[in-house]
T-cell receptor
Framework: AQKITQTQPGMFVQEKEAVTLDCTYD???????LFWYKQPSSGEMIFLIY??????QNATEGRYSLNFQKARKSANLVISASQLGDSAMYFC????????FGDGTTLTVKP | DTGVSQDPRHKITKRGQNVTFRCDPI?????LYWYRQTLGQGPEFLTY????????KSRLLSDRFSAERPKGSFSTLEIQRTEQGDSAMYLC?????????????FGPGTRLTVL
């Protein structure tokens, strides 16, 4: 069984500042992937970043980076230099075959 | 590549009616997933296919739900005898096991309202 916990229902950040969105996971699979998706108000789910359970280094994709702490079972998303267009719901998910999603964090970027 | 498409985008039906949704994945993707999302929640897994084989189905799915992917391309999700609790956004996603991450590409969803 897989479980994702996102403890921040909503977050605010000032434009151009960095923000960290928390995610903890629980899985019995020895090999798994961790994903972050963005869902703007328009509704589409957009893939942001991936971390494999055996990857030695934290994943980075442009302004997105993943703070992966395997022993603590956490995979926090860091968004640097926030932009107004980053305002959206953010979902953490684990995948081994199917995906299990958390309930998301609503990020609001203030001008 | 036009991405994942879903049809219809919106469906309003009366309780007790049957509805069918269609999903066309990205053409070279061999995996196809169905999720249900209600307001304020994350997507909830329903089922997924690899090619035409249905590999897993959620235990949350009642017998009123059935999905097919007959030729390993498009898929349909049918809900029989709809109930008001079925009102949700139904998301389809596809992925390629050959991809570096096997990340899922999502369609725009079908919003179902059961009156």
């Amino acid at each position: 069984a897989q479980k994702i916990t996102q403890t921040q229902p909503g977050m605010f950040v000032q434009e151009k500042e960095a923000v960290t969105l928390d995610c903890t996971y629980d899985t019995s699979d020895p090999s798994y992937g961790l994903f972050w998706y963005k869902q703007p108000s328009s509704g589409e789910m957009i893939f942001l970043i991936y971390q494999g359970s055996y990857d030695q280094q934290n994943a980075t994709e442009g302004r997105y980076s993943l703070n992966f702490q395997k022993a603590r079972k956490s995979a926090n998303l860091v968004i640097s230099a926030s932009q107004l267009g980053d305002s959206a719901m953010y979902f953490c998910a684990t995948q081994a075959g199917k995906s299990t999603f958390g309930d998301g964090t609503t990020l609001t970027v203030k001008p | 590549d036009t991405g994942v498409s879903q049809d219809p985008r919106h469906k309003i039906t009366k309780r007790g009616q049957n509805v069918t949704f269609r999903c066309d994945p990205i053409s070279e993707h061999n995996r196809l997933y169905w999720y249900r999302q209600t307001l304020g929640q994350g997507p909830e897994f329903l089922t997924y296919f690899q090619n035409e084989a249905q590999l897993e189905k959620s235990r949350l799915l009642s017998d009123r739900f059935s999905a097919e992917r007959p030729k390993g391309s498009f898929s349909t999700l049918e809900i029989q005898r709809t109930e008001q609790g079925d009102s949700a956004m139904y998301l389809c996603a596809s992925s390629s096991v050959q991809g570096p991450y096997n990340e899922q590409f999502f369609g725009p969803g079908t919003r179902l309202t059961v009156l």
